[in-house]
């Protein structure tokens, strides 16, 4: 099981842009799916965006043309740029490794099988 460390959370006021990380502790970092999942208060958790082994992205209807994802295979890196932030992004935003040996790469929560600890984010008005 990968071990994933999120940071780069903080408060920022609407409108303005965060960059989060995932630094990964795996020697395979490439060959994963990753994902990054968000959970608000009394939410369940929900996918906000996917890169898969090649590189291709996938995004939540919610943060289509504001949020992109990237990876680092290099440096073991998983990256969330949000701009254009708003109040209904406010949350706990995690990343995620799929399971090992499945193949594809989704936005489903099951697809997933190592989750970091959470950075928090936070927008005001």
């Known amino acids: 099981q990968e071990q994933l460390v999120e940071s780069g959370g903080d408060s920022v006021q609407a409108g303005g842009s965060l960059r989060l990380s995932c630094a990964a502790s795996v020697a395979t970092f490439s060959s994963f799916c990753m994902g990054w999942f968000r959970q608000a208060p009394g939410k369940e958790r929900e996918g906000v965006a996917r890169i898969d082994r090649d590189g291709w992205e996938s995004y939540a209807d919610s943060v289509k043309g504001r949020f992109a994802i990237s990876r680092d295979n290099a440096k073991n890196t998983l990256y969330l740029q949000m701009n254009s932030l708003k109040p209904e992004d406010t949350a706990t935003y995690y990343c995620?490794?799929?399971?090992?040996?499945?193949?594809?790469?989704?936005?489903?929560?099951?697809?997933?099988?190592?989750w970091g600890q959470g950075t928090q984010v936070t927008v005001s008005s």
């Open positions: 995620a490794a799929s399971r090992i040996g499945v193949p594809g790469c989704s936005l489903s929560k099951n697809f997933f099988g190592s």
